[in-house]
């Protein structure tokens, strides 16, 4: 977590109350790392297990590759994944076919489950920003706060990550973890209230997730209070201590 | 107390009424109509066979032996026996003039009207969110479903129910965008007619592109009227066509 304070405090009562700030702020941070790095550890271990196959990789190796994680991820009491899984690169299981392996709820329910049996499913998902960004950049990424129709139907976060079987290869495809904005609001509105009264979570856009002002919904855009706090919050979001909408 | 003085609660009656919940038969049956619709299954393409899809879709093998039956009796898909054999998607099952004209027989004024103000409602309301809250990239993908005037019926139906689909996941509100795909599925295939129409299309194009133009200008009165007038097209031409049918 960076903190780029811009003010400089004076008097004891602030700086206690600049540690508070510091603390919740940390809180925050401390969940969206470790679903982050959750989710790098997967995508090294997908990679490795995908290699291991040798080229000959099925959708029934990569079903019985990526469920038990999945199962464990969503089945985690108080976890934060609404549904999670892999989506294959065209190129991984055939030329210009994708393959999904993705569940949502305790209850595993397969989504997109027909799309495996479409020639033409890839053309489904490499417009879309939690598959086409990774892919393109090598690089992890999240996705929203957006409505996913794909999926859970709810206002979502998606946090992906690329999926390499050799380090200098091509992406062999991505695996992923939905947060609903309404699971992370719970923790994530207390600590933001000790940081401010109109301290705000956005994302990368300036997008708010999740607000302490009840006049700022999730998926706003939001602007930084002048001279506010900004607190660093996992590889891509920012605590603004205050902040208004637009 | 339970009652009211002037008798039972509108809201508390509906809580008794029967719950008409489509089987998972008709589940099935849905997803893959809508495949079908959406193009990620295409005429003449091999279904997979009953343990598969139930597999795939988490059902058991009865309820997918079902609804292949189901879809097979209503010409969805073809069976082919024998050793070459299996379900396929059968030709000509795309939605049709003849099928939407039946549809719009089976209804009256009232409930064409009614289902265009509700249809109205819903989408304004995520208009008017949307000019708020869209950004560039929103603004992009959303002129993208704007279809060239001289594309076929097929297609500016699709782009028509995309557009608005669009303006919601903009919006993103979880609850609206629900809404809008239920309102969707209940108009069916009548949005088809009007497609036909070069006039209708030529409208229709005229509104998508102010009302992609007011989202992006963030002026959210303008957006709202924007997307009224669109549905409220749809719903007179409707309404003209009905008439001329009596």
């Not at chain 1, 811009?6 to 008097?11: D, L, N, R, W, Y």
């Not at chain 1, 992906?160 to 992370?184: E, N, S, W, Y």
């Not at chain 2, 030709?91 to 003849?98: A, F, M, W």
């Not at chain 2, 609206?176 to 129409?197: F, K, N, S, V």
Request: glycine fraction near 8%.
């Amino acid at each position: 977590m960076t903190d780029s304070s811009t003010f400089s405090s004076g008097g004891a009562d602030s700086a206690a109350a600049d540690d508070a700030a510091r603390a919740a702020a940390c809180e925050l941070d401390a969940v969206v790392v470790e679903i982050e790095s959750r989710l790098s550890v997967w995508a090294q271990e997908a990679g490795a297990a995908l290699a291991a196959l040798d080229g000959k990789v099925s959708g029934t190796a990569v079903d019985k590759l990526i469920r038990p994680v999945v199962e464990e991820l969503v089945r985690t009491p108080e976890g934060y994944a609404a549904g999670a899984g892999f989506l294959a690169n065209a190129g991984l299981l055939g030329p210009e076919r994708s393959y999904i392996a993705w569940w949502q709820g305790t209850e595993m329910e397969h989504v997109d489950a027909l799309a495996n049996f479409s020639p033409n499913a890839i053309s489904r998902y490499v417009r879309a920003e939690w598959f086409r960004i990774p892919v393109e950049t090598g690089q992890p990424h999240v996705t929203g706060p957006y409505v996913d129709f794909l999926c859970t139907d709810e206002n979502v976060l998606t946090f992906t990550h690329p999926v390499f079987c050799r380090p200098d290869g091509p992406v062999a495809g991505i695996v992923g973890m939905d947060v609903t904005v309404q699971r992370l609001e719970r923790g994530a509105v207390p600590a933001l209230r000790r940081i401010g009264d109109r301290a705000t979570l956005v994302n990368q856009d300036g997008r708010a997730i999740v607000s302490a002002a009840s006049d700022i919904d999730a998926g706003d855009l939001a602007v930084a209070a002048e001279g506010c706090r900004v607190f660093g919050v996992g590889r891509r979001f920012s605590i603004w201590s205050g902040a208004a909408g637009i | 107390m339970l009652l009211s003085p002037q008798g039972a609660s509108r809201s508390l009656a509906a809580v008794f009424t029967p719950i008409k919940s489509r089987g998972l038969v008709d589940e099935v049956c849905g997803r893959i109509e809508q495949a079908v619709e959406t193009g990620l299954l295409t005429s003449g393409q091999r279904l997979p066979n009953e343990t598969e899809l139930a597999s795939a879709l988490g059902v058991s093998a009865v309820t997918a032996r079902e609804a292949l039956s189901q879809l097979r009796s209503s010409g969805i898909i073809r069976t082919v026996r024998g050793r070459s054999g299996g379900s396929f998607i059968a030709d000509n099952v795309l939605p049709s003039r003849e099928r939407a004209l039946e549809q719009l027989d089976e209804l009256t004024r009232l409930q064409i009207s009614d289902l265009g103000l509700h249809y109205q409602a819903i989408a304004s309301v995520c208009a008017s969110l949307a000019a708020r809250r869209s950004d560039a990239a929103d603004v992009d993908t959303l002129r993208s479903f704007i279809p060239a005037t001289d594309a076929d019926p097929l297609s500016w139906r699709l782009a028509l129910s995309e557009f608005l689909l669009e303006v919601a996941a903009i919006a993103r509100s979880a609850r609206l965008a629900r809404e809008l795909i239920r309102l969707q599925a209940d108009l069916g295939t009548l949005t088809l007619l009007p497609c036909a129409d070069a006039g209708y299309r030529n409208a229709s194009a005229r509104i998508l592109e102010q009302t992609a133009g007011s989202i992006e200008a963030h002026q959210p009165a303008e957006a709202e009227t924007g997307v009224k007038s669109l549905i409220s097209t749809t719903t007179s031409w409707l309404l003209a066509e009905h008439a001329r049918r009596i």
